[in-house]
C-alpha cells in the first residue's frame, strides 16, 4: 500500500513545477487585465439626502432619535425608488437606448441604487452610467424630486387635517348660528320684561284691590250694626261691592298665575338655549384654535428632507475595477492551479503505490 502523505514531498512537487503555477496565475492577470480595458467605462454620482425629525412648534411632534427610529427611516428608499419618479429622470435624461430599448424596471436595477446607511440620517442616491456628468444630473434630480415628493405626501395628509378641522368648525359655526337665530326669535316673540311688568302691575293692582276690600269689608261690618233705610242701602252696596272686589283679585290671582307659569316656562327656555349657545359658542371657539393651530404647524408633522449634497461629476469609473478585477483573477488562477498540483500529486501517488504493491507481489 502506499504511504501516507509527505508534506515535504507535496511542497517538493509544487516547487518543481512552479512553472505552472506562474502560467496560470500570469495568464488570469493578464487576461483580466486586458479584459477591464476593454470594458466600457462607467462612472457612479453620489446625491445625498438628509432626513431631519419632525420639528414644528409643538413639542409633542418631537422624535427621539433612537436606533429603532433610524431603522425606520428606510422607508424614505421607496420614494427615491419609485418607477414613475424614474422613468420620468429617464425620459428626462434619455436614458433609454432608442435603438435596443430595454424595460424600465431592468434599467433601474442597472443604473440606481438608494441606500440608507446604518445608524444614520442620511439617504444615498446613486447613479451609475456612462456619463458621468449625466450621472450627476440623474442622481441630483432624483435627490430633488425625492425631497418633493415626500414633502407633497405630507402636505396632502396636512391638507387633510385641516380640511378635516375646516369641516368641524363649519359645522360649529351653523350649530352657533342657529341658536343665535333661535334666541333672537325667542326674546322677539316671548318677550320676558314686559311679561314680567305685567305681572308687578297685576300684583301691585290686587295689593289695591284687597285694601280697598277690607274697606269694603269695614263697611259693612259697621252698617250691619245701624237701622234705618240708608243704612240697609249702604250695607247692601257694600256688600256688593265687596263681592265685586272679591271676584277680581280672585281673577287677578288667576291671571298672576297664568302670567307666572307662562313668565317661568319663557325662562327656562331661555336658560336652556343659553346653555347651548354656550356650548356652541365654546365647541366654535375650540374649533377655530384646532384650525389655527393645524395651519401654522402644518408641513412640521412628517420628516423634513433636504439635499444636503447634490453630488459631484465622478472622475474616477466605478466599473470595471481593474485592481479587483485583476486581484481576484491572480487568486483564483493561483488557487485553481494548486487545486490541479495537488489532484496530479495525489494520483501519482497512488499510481506509484499501486506499482509498489505490484512489484512486491511478484517478488513474493
Not at 33 to 54: G, M, Q
Not at 247 to 271: N, P, V
Request: glycine share 4%; with cysteine.
Amino acid at each position: 500500500m502506499y504511504d501516507s502523505f509527505d508534506a515535504f514531498e507535496y511542497i517538493d512537487y509544487l516547487s518543481r513545477r512552479w512553472r505552472t503555477i506562474a502560467i496560470a496565475c500570469g495568464s488570469a492577470l493578464l487576461i483580466s487585465f486586458s479584459t477591464s480595458l476593454l470594458l466600457p467605462k462607467r462612472f457612479t454620482a453620489t446625491a445625498s439626502v438628509v432626513i431631519e425629525p419632525p420639528g414644528g412648534a409643538d413639542a409633542r411632534y418631537g422624535t427621539a432619535v433612537s436606533a429603532v427610529y433610524l431603522e425606520s427611516l428606510k422607508t424614505y428608499e421607496n420614494f427615491a425608488l419609485s418607477d414613475s419618479l424614474f422613468a420620468r429622470a429617464a425620459h428626462q435624461f434619455h436614458l433609454q437606448d432608442e435603438t435596443h430599448p430595454q424595460a424600465i424596471e431592468g434599467l433601474k436595477r442597472r443604473v440606481l441604487k438608494v441606500s440608507k446607511p446604518r445608524d444614520t440620517k442620511i439617504l444615498e442616491v446613486n447613479v451609475t452610467l456612462s456619463d458621468p456628468k449625466v450621472a450627476q444630473k440623474v442622481a441630483q434630480f432624483l435627490a430633488e424630486q425625492t425631497v418633493a415628493l415626500s414633502r407633497g405626501e405630507s402636505q396632502a395628509t396636512d391638507n387633510a387635517f385641516v380640511e378635516q378641522a375646516e369641516r368641524q368648525l363649519a359645522d360649529a359655526r351653523e350649530l352657533l348660528d342657529n341658536d343665535q337665530k333661535a334666541w333672537a326669535d325667542l326674546t322677539a316673540n316671548q318677550p320676558i320684561a314686559s311679561l314680567q311688568s305685567e305681572i308687578d302691575s297685576s300684583v301691585e293692582l290686587q295689593a289695591t284691590l284687597r285694601q280697598q276690600l277690607v274697606d269694603a269689608q269695614s263697611d259693612v261690618a259697621e252698617y250691619q250694626h245701624t237701622s234705618g233705610q240708608f243704612a240697609r242701602e249702604q250695607l247692601q252696596a257694600s256688600q256688593a261691592h265687596a263681592a265685586l272686589l272679591e271676584k277680581r283679585i280672585e281673577e287677578l290671582a288667576r291671571e298672576i298665575q297664568a302670567k307666572s307659569t307662562i313668565l317661568a316656562r319663557r325662562g327656562a327656555a331661555r336658560g336652556a338655549l343659553q346653555a347651548d349657545m354656550a356650548v356652541a359658542q365654546s365647541a366654535y371657539q375650540s374649533d377655530s384654535a384646532r384650525v389655527r393651530e393645524i395651519r401654522a404647524t402644518a408641513g412640521s408633522h412628517a420628516e423634513q428632507l433636504r439635499v444636503i449634497d447634490p453630488g459631484i461629476i465622478p472622475e474616477r469609473p466605478s466599473s470595471p475595477n481593474t485592481a479587483l478585477n485583476v486581484t481576484a483573477a491572480f487568486l483564483a488562477a493561483l488557487v485553481a492551479s494548486l487545486v490541479y498540483l495537488s489532484a496530479a500529486f495525489a494520483y501519482r501517488r497512488r499510481r506509484t503505490g499501486f506499482q509498489t504493491e505490484a512489484a512486491r507481489g511478484m517478488r513474493a
